[in-house]
């Protein structure tokens, strides 16, 4: 399975765009790139996917390079709840992994009032 | 908001004993995860299943096994805790497709000590 490689921590402040990297450049062309966050003491939520293009939801936007070697999740406007560890994942529904998520150590996130 | 449970939320419990972990989620969702985490690391996949009579080993070898008769119903069973079972328990269910984009949904998890 491809992976990915992400900033162990990042601060951020309050109310200030926060750019999130992570590199995987072994990506297959039917990985989907998924990101999801750990807020502390709770179970990790979803947070985007996406394969090609970039995507926007109401929680943030997905910016993703075009050899797909990278990508980008951009959080808009930073709050103190958005403090949480963030994990990049490659899945691939038709790969070795019976397309289930494998979760690295993601990027802690702090945001300073 | 997704609506997957946990119970229960803590437990605290002496070596040896059996214990059953619950998980039921009301989405009707085919697929459901175990996964198993020590505090500040990496969350591990030890079981999933597809659907009713479906149960997988995932990536992480476990002690524990879990059984699916219901849709809905998802338990994990300790048949003897030990202490390096201490950890937090989550789980997870989506929808089964064979596309990418599937989400998953994550209970708040079962942290478990056991002494």
């Known amino acids: 399975d491809a992976k990915t490689t992400q900033p162990n921590s990042m601060e951020s402040n309050e109310e200030e765009p926060v750019h999130l990297p992570c590199n995987h450049s072994?990506?297959?062309?039917?990985?989907?790139i998924h990101w999801y966050r750990q807020l502390p003491s709770q179970g990790p939520e979803y947070v985007i996917h996406?394969?090609?293009s970039n995507v926007n939801n109401r929680m943030a936007s997905l910016a993703i390079a075009e050899d797909r070697k990278s990508s980008t999740l951009i959080l808009h406007r930073a709050t103190l709840r958005d403090a949480a560890v963030y994990y990049c994942?490659?899945?691939?529904?038709?790969?070795?992994?019976?397309?289930?998520?494998?979760f690295g150590k993601g990027t802690k996130l702090s945001v300073k009032p | 908001e997704a609506d997957i449970y946990q119970t229960p939320r803590y437990l605290v419990i002496g070596t040896g004993k059996k214990i059953t972990l619950e998980c039921s989620q009301t989405?009707?969702?085919?697929?459901m995860y175990w996964y198993q985490q020590d505090p500040g690391m990496e969350l591990h996949l030890i079981h999933y299943?597809?659907?009713?009579?479906?149960?997988e080993k995932g990536d992480l070898s476990s002690e524990s096994t879990v059984s699916r008769i219901r849709t809905e119903h998802f338990p994990l069973t300790l048949e003897s805790a030990r202490p390096s079972h201490t950890s937090q328990y989550l789980c997870?269910?989506?929808?089964?497709?064979?596309?990418?984009?599937?989400?998953?949904?994550f209970g708040p998890g079962t942290r478990l000590t056991v002494l």
């Open positions: 994942i490659l899945r691939d529904p038709y790969g070795g992994s019976q397309g289930n998520l494998i």
């Open positions: 299943s597809y659907g009713v009579n479906s149960t």
């Open positions: 997870a269910s989506s929808e089964l497709v064979t596309s990418g984009g599937d989400t998953q949904y």
């Open positions: 989405m009707g969702h085919d697929k």
């Open positions: 996406g394969l090609t």
């Open positions: 072994t990506i297959s062309g039917t990985d989907y």
